[in-house]
């Protein structure tokens, strides 16, 4: 019996973790945990016949919680109040901004967590591979994609994580994306869209993420890979003639490296009468406000495009 749970607990897969999955996922030490657990009984693991400790699903909820809260500015014991608080007593809500995260957490983005941090490319894949099938593919992006890779980016930026374990899991992701659009079949009536970053821009997961959207309203997409070649974008598009360009920049790079960029994409669009125009991503959007392109619409709302 004990092997056997001992087994479970080291898959994560029945929703019970070890101290060491749940560090992991967390980013809490374990020796955090035991006093957490044991000064302020905030969660309550079940413990093996030898004394391993076993923790649900909830008890990682509760540590992610009280560990937000405390980043927030809360002090812990403010920290640890409020999060029970908001579990026993629906009038007492988490604040507005941190609630949809917490109900994003599922036991697929905790068992991605801790795949990620061992940089464990085999398993990260095989879980998306689960989720995609289980939840279907609009819920697989909202309730476990993005809030996965919004987790690591976080991860990565406070320094919890190295460059290496963040590039692993957005990787693993970006592949799984490519894997979906491509296997997909389209009709030959259906409306083209092209996305593409901008020179020097190496963020594309968000790019997979629109053109996924599109896709699910029935448009055939292609994709331009990662910082293409400047002109790249120009000739593509002359040669593929879509309904719509997308274009990305999550970083402020493609316009420092070359402040002509964006006045030169403006003017080709403006030669593409048929062809529509979208230009987003914070980097973007940020550039935009000094200078506003006239065939190009800059916007970071999808819904803007798809209506």
């Not at 999955?21 to 030898?50: C, F, H």
């Not at 979208?278 to 935009?288: F, N, S």
Request: charge should be neutral.
């Amino acid at each position: 019996m004990i092997k056997g749970m001992k087994r479970m607990i080291q898959s994560g897969k029945s929703g019970l973790f070890s101290i060491q999955q749940v560090a992991d996922m967390t980013g809490l030490s374990k020796q955090v945990i035991r006093k957490w657990e044991e000064r302020y009984g905030i969660i309550q693991p079940k413990r093996l016949e030898n004394g391993y400790r076993i923790y649900s699903q909830e008890d990682v909820k509760m540590l992610l919680k009280i560990k937000l809260l405390s980043e927030q500015g809360h002090s812990l014991k403010k920290a640890i109040l409020l999060a029970k608080e908001s579990d026993e007593d629906p009038e007492v809500p988490l604040p507005k901004e941190e609630t949809s995260k917490y109900e994003q957490w599922n036991e697929f983005v905790l068992r991605l967590l801790e795949k990620g941090s061992h940089c464990d490319e085999i398993e990260i894949n095989f879980i998306l591979k689960q989720a995609y099938h289980q939840v279907g593919l609009e819920n697989f992006l909202s309730t476990i994609v993005v809030p996965f890779l919004k987790e690591v980016g976080r991860k990565w930026e406070n320094g919890e994580w190295s460059e290496y374990q963040e590039s692993v899991s957005s990787l693993v992701v970006r592949d799984f994306l490519v894997q979906i659009r491509r296997n997909y079949h389209y009709r030959e009536s259906a409306p083209f869209v092209l996305g593409a970053c901008l020179p020097y821009e190496h963020h594309e997961v968000p790019l997979h993420l629109i053109l996924l959207r599109f896709m699910m309203k029935g448009w055939k997409t292609q994709l331009i890979g990662a910082s293409p070649a400047p002109s790249s974008i120009e000739t593509l598009v002359s040669k593929l003639k879509p309904d719509l360009v997308l274009l990305s920049a999550s970083t402020s790079l493609p316009f420092e490296t070359d402040p002509q960029l964006l006045p030169r994409l403006d003017q080709f669009a403006q030669s593409q009468p048929d062809i529509d125009f979208y230009l987003g991503g914070q980097g973007a959007v940020d550039y935009a406000s000094d200078y506003q392109p006239r065939a190009i619409r800059v916007t970071n709302s999808i819904e803007d495009i798809l209506k």
